[in-house]
């Protein structure tokens, strides 16, 4: 039995929820509340020459660019000034914000809405990274459409290529993904006290209120963010609740009541943002003994629009494009295109899916194409403790990868299945092997994060934590409480950790990036262990913890060189199918997983988080086809963009191998994104196997697979 | 705001059809999706609505010598586990939609809705199902096939309504229902075969094939059945590409949010052809 943190609790918010008792943003009414409808845009690029707003009834009010305050931006500022809060001009995107209609009854302001006439002149458009990169219709960022363009460089790849015996070419490309997060965007902002209160459906307060100051001309502390209970994110809660506070706040300002705006399922898959696709393009390099000897690999993301958090999108699937693979000699380009669909963003790996299945698939490619068993070639590049990253950093800790290797093989029947289904026979294994780096990339925790975690012991002797991180389904309300129980000595139940609220709390930093537990959960744990001392004297108390970069650890963030991350999950997703001769269904018949996390705060929770990230991968790579058409998603409904049901994946088996991390909250490392690298790549080659063609790209659909039987 | 009415007995209901031309509404699965408006307001239906779920005379499950009676607002969750259902109906039903949908759902409100991709049409077709279409004036019935003449088109007319299905109690021996949906549950149709056959002393008496969401209505060809009744299980296994050949001009699918034409036609086909080999192979 598992004993120590790692034993699972009852979850603080688990009954409430499962119970109904929960209330989420739509739920909770308010006094006196005015609606908001945001109008948008109904082509892709072009200029509005005019916008006719019917005449509104009273209380009803049209709001859009001449109503942000004096001295406010029309800019929305994510990582900088960034998407504009309404555009009167420059259409970039089919469904770009327009105005706001807000006013007391719902069916009327649809009525209104649907009345307002926009005239455009229309543009040429790039939806796709080829159209992009062409600046078809001209450049709509730049001269050249890329928000980003990185290079890197490890070993000496040009003389690794003028040794090649052969090289192998390869394109790997992903879709769309839309995060159907269980409960849609939801926002309500008010005016208290001549500041301006914004509850929202979020995972970072403090963004929002970074996002919305400049364009009221207020100042940070005058916009208070108080994060309401968020019924999943996934990374579509990361930014793009700015995109709706901005507007309702310029709203509230001007009519001065509470404005909430609700988005209703279709609303959301159509005006969301979403995952990035992507296509890398890789020449690997050979000797004379099929060795690896070189890698040449050209990555480029579907951007959107707006920049967004793309560049760092980008800067992930770049570290991750070697995967768990020493490769010596590398070169690398990485772009991020600017295209005239909505702005892709967050969204679970942030980037790290697409570098892993791009090199997954090739490295699967190139055993087949060399006549090698795919694992053991995988296995005979794998880093290990002291390998050089391709940033040329270095993995600082101890690789378990060949010992959980060992395991899952094991557990799988990998060995005897592999040998015993022949390529092509209908029946397939695959296996993916991952990682994931915990914290954001390179030193964004130390210059720009700078997370800060308060605790305080007050004069009646509770408890309370003080951060900025939020439960969403994730069990962070548990597992913090558990760290600082942990070194208290204390029931965990009686700690305080309220949904944070920008105005009590320290900005501990925003929930993404896997750093939860590991960087937060940490001072979580500092602060604790400095409070232990104060716990017994008398009125109140209070501690501090600020993040300071583990020792030994060192970034240029100008080149892009050195250690990318701190310390990495690692994890192995092992997949057995079956292809129906007739209709190309696939029936996935066993999901094993091993992973290795450091230590696990909460061994329940742990395996929630597996559970739900392989089976939302495995959702990404068969079933989630996200297509675009004229600039609009073609699929936004339930019925159409289809997520796997419990029906479609057997239950995962799910084990982990423990390898403490120093500088994490009882050795913990991060996890929630780990979980979600693998499995699509493992089902792709599972489905490689099963009917011995290539598979290049995911989804893996019917569709896709009959393709591939019939055209080879 | 709709009209609505919710008549106490089935004559009263006949009534409320002809005065006001109501919409007959049985659990409502389709006409509120369809219907559905944006977040917090009212679907908005465009007709008045005439409520039917909720008449025991219409609910009920039952057979004689003629066959199988299902009452046009019997759930389709009663339908799944009836003793009375032809066993490919019952697995049809159980495969549509998910648990809740399928407690409020009708057997009558699939055929009403017309959908090409409508799984219980496809199947019932295959069963030489009729309806029984009441309206003051008497009644009378259809086969499916011929009630059902474009997507979301049928011949009903303004004063009627379905009151039953009827399902031949005379059924071919054996039958074989595959369901191709977007996923393993809870998902609309790519495709879907209702196959069914007497084979008797190596010989076919009866085949049938009904194919669902590959064309404007379910696609079953009488004419090509008929020229496989007859065949020895030896000739079947000649004639087999002929046969898929002769299907093949017949299905026509598109290109929409869940599918591709390309891959529809494909695996009916693969299906049929399985479907003979099933029968060659006798198991």
């Not at chain 2, 191709?180 to 190596?202: C, F, I, P, Y």
């Amino acid at each position: 039995m598992t004993t120590g943190i790692s034993r699972s609790v009852p979850r603080v918010d688990a009954y409430d929820k499962a119970a109904g008792i929960t209330r989420y943003i739509a739920d909770i009414p308010v006094a006196g509340v005015c609606y908001g409808k945001l109008v948008r845009t109904s082509i892709s690029r072009g200029t509005i020459l005019d916008i006719d707003v019917p005449e509104l009834p009273e209380g009803f009010w049209f709001i859009s660019e001449g109503d942000i305050p004096e001295g406010g931006r029309n800019r929305i500022h994510m990582i900088k000034e960034d998407w504009p809060v309404f555009t009167n001009s420059e259409v970039r995107f089919y469904g770009q914000t327009i105005g706001i209609l807000v006013g007391p009854d719902r069916e009327q302001l649809i009525a209104l809405a649907d009345a307002v006439r926009v005239t455009y002149r229309e543009q040429e458009a790039a939806f796709t990274i080829e159209e992009g990169l062409a600046c078809r219709g001209g450049a709509l960022h730049g001269d050249d459409n890329l928000f980003a363009d990185y290079c890197l460089v490890k070993g000496d790849p040009e003389s690794a290529f003028s040794r090649a015996h052969r090289v192998i070419e390869d394109v790997i490309e992903t879709g769309f993904q839309e995060h159907v997060y269980m409960e849609p965007q939801g926002i309500t902002v008010e005016e208290q006290d001549g500041k301006i209160v914004i509850h929202a459906s979020c995972q970072c307060p403090f963004y929002i209120r970074k996002a919305v100051a400049p364009s009221l001309n207020r100042s940070l502390d005058d916009i208070i963010v108080r994060q309401a209970v968020t019924g999943g994110g996934f990374g579509g809660k990361e930014h793009f609740p700015d995109i709706i506070a901005s507007a309702a706040a310029v709203a509230v300002t001007k009519v001065h009541r509470p404005v909430q705006v609700i988005f209703d399922r279709e609303e959301d898959m159509c005006y969301s943002t979403k995952r990035h696709p992507s296509q890398v393009i890789f020449k690997t390099a050979l000797d004379s003994e099929n060795r690896i000897i070189g890698m040449d690999i050209d990555a480029r993301i579907n951007a959107g629009a707006y920049e967004s958090c793309s560049p760092v999108v980008l800067q992930r699937l770049i570290f991750s494009s070697n995967s768990v693979y020493d490769i010596p000699n590398v070169q690398l380009r990485g772009r991020a295109v600017a295209t005239s669909t909505i702005p892709s963003d967050a969204f679970r790996g942030f980037g790290a899916p697409q570098g892993i299945i791009a090199a997954e698939l090739h490295m699967s490619h190139i055993a087949r194409e060399i006549g090698m068993d795919e694992v053991e070639l995988k296995r005979s590049l794998m880093v290990s403790k002291g390998s050089r990253t391709i940033t040329n950093g270095t993995i600082h800790e101890t690789v378990k990868l060949h010992e959980m290797w060992q395991r899952i093989a094991e557990v799988s029947g990998w060995h005897e299945k592999k040998s015993r289904y022949a390529p092509g026979s209908g029946r397939g294994m695959g296996a993916a092997f991952y990682l994931h780096g915990g914290g954001f990339t390179g030193s964004g925790e130390q210059d720009i994060i700078k997370a800060r975690v308060r605790m305080v012991k007050r004069d009646d002797g509770i408890v309370e934590i003080l951060l900025s991180n939020v439960e969403m389904g994730q069990g962070l309300q548990t597992t913090f409480r558990k760290i600082a129980a942990q070194v208290l000595d204390c029931d965990y139940r009686d700690i305080l950790l309220a949904d944070p609220d920008t105005d009590r709390v320290p900005d501990s930093g925003p929930t993404v990036a896997s750093r939860s537990i590991m960087i937060v959960g940490r001072l979580v744990q500092l602060a604790a262990e400095q409070l232990k001392h104060k716990l017994h004297e008398p009125g109140a108390q209070e501690s501090e913890a600020a993040y300071t970069q583990p020792p030994g650890c060192h970034w240029d963030q100008e080149t892009l060189q050195g250690d990318a991350y701190p310390a990495y999950g690692w994890g192995i997703c092992v997949i057995e199918t079956a292809v129906d001769p007739d209709t190309c269904e696939v029936e996935t018949l066993g999901v094993w997983t091993i992973h290795e996390i450091g230590k696990a705060i909460d061994e329940a929770i742990v395996h929630g988080q597996v559970t739900g990230g392989v089976i939302q991968a495995l959702g990404y790579g068969s079933l989630e086809k996200l297509e675009l058409k004229d600039g609009k998603f073609f699929q936004h409904t339930m019925a159409d963009y289809i997520i796997p049901t419990t029906l479609d994946f057997p239950g995962v088996y799910s084990e982990l191998v423990e390898n403490p991390y120093p500088y994490g909250p009882f050795g913990a490392k991060g996890l929630g994104e780990l979980v979600f690298d693998g499995a699509a790549a493992s089902y792709a080659m599972a489905v490689q196997h099963a009917v011995d063609r290539t598979v290049s790209r995911i989804p893996v659909t019917p569709e896709y697979i009959m393709e591939l039987k019939t055209h080879g | 705001m709709t009209d609505s009415y919710y008549p106490k007995s089935l004559s009263e209901a006949l009534e409320l059809r002809r005065e006001t031309g109501a919409i007959p509404f049985a659990g409502g699965t389709d006409l509120m999706v369809r219907f559905r408006a944006q977040a917090g307001t009212l679907p908005k239906l465009p007709h008045p609505v005439l409520f039917l779920g909720h008449l025991e005379e219409l609910r009920q499950i039952s057979m004689d010598s003629s066959g199988t009676h299902i009452g046009a607002s019997a759930l389709l969750s009663d339908i799944g586990v009836s003793e009375h259902v032809h066993p490919m109906l019952s697995e049809t039903v159980m495969l549509m939609a998910s648990p809740p949908l399928r407690n409020l759902a009708t057997l009558a409100g699939n055929i009403g809705n017309a959908s090409p991709a409508g799984d219980a049409v496809c199947s019932l077709i295959a069963l030489d199902a009729s309806v029984v279409l009441a309206s003051l004036s008497g009644e009378r019935t259809l086969l499916l096939e011929e009630f059902i003449t474009g997507p979301g088109k049928t011949v009903m007319k303004s004063d009627e309504f379905i009151r039953e299905i009827v399902v031949p109690a005379d059924q071919p021996d054996r039958y074989w229902y595959r369901k191709v949906g977007t996923r393993k549950a809870n998902a609309l149709s790519k495709l879907s075969l209702s196959a069914m056959a007497t084979v008797h002393e190596h010989r076919v008496q009866d085949f049938r094939a009904a194919f669902g969401a590959v064309g404007p209505v379910v696609i079953r060809r009488r004419d090509l059945e008929a020229q496989v009744r007859g065949m020895t299980l030896d000739q079947l296994s000649r004639e087999t590409e002929g046969i898929v050949d002769a299907y093949r001009p017949h299905i026509i699918p598109i290109d929409d949010q869940r599918s591709q034409a390309v891959y529809r036609l494909q695996a009916s086909l693969n299906l049929l052809r399985r479907w003979i080999d099933l029968l060659m192979q006798g198991g």
